[in-house]
Nanobody, 124 residues
Framework: DVQLVESGGGLVQPGGSLRLTCAASGVTFDDFAVGWFRQTPGKEREGVAAVDIDNSTVYANSLKGRFTVSLNNAQNQLDLQMNNLKPEDTAVYYC???????????????????WGQGTQVTVS
């Protein structure tokens, strides 16, 4: 069975930092594009950052400079360092693995197959 388990969410004040971790079993991240997505009630799930299968990194334009995604193949783990957090970053953050057909779809949630259960990030 494939399992993606996110951790590291919580409550943080504006301007603070959090580091999210996604640990995988039953799947090797090196064989997939892997990414972070987030969702708030009533809104579509949006792509935050991803590491494509060629190890290139992609970020949502609005988050560049504050968020950093990193893939640790040795530990089969995907991290998201989030700095200078803002109230609008409040969301449930999900880790996912998949095979987006085109590079421009690396932040498209519909192109991902495996998902974690999510971790809540609240900035207040």
């Amino acid at each position: 069975d494939v399992q993606l388990v996110e951790s590291g969410g919580g409550l943080v004040q504006p301007g603070g930092s959090l580091r999210l971790t996604c640990a995988a079993s039953g799947v090797t991240f090196d064989d997939f594009a892997v990414g972070w997505f987030r969702q708030t009630p009533g809104k579509e799930r949006e792509g935050v950052a991803a590491v494509d299968i060629d190890n290139s990194t992609v970020y949502a334009n609005s988050l560049k400079g504050r968020f950093t995604v990193s893939l640790n193949n040795a530990q089969n783990q995907l991290d998201l360092q989030m700095n200078n957090l803002k109230p609008e970053d409040t969301a449930v953050y999900y880790c996912a693995a998949g095979h987006p057909k085109y590079e421009y779809r690396v932040l498209s949630s519909s192109d991902y197959t495996y998902w974690g259960q999510g971790t809540q990030v609240t900035v207040s």
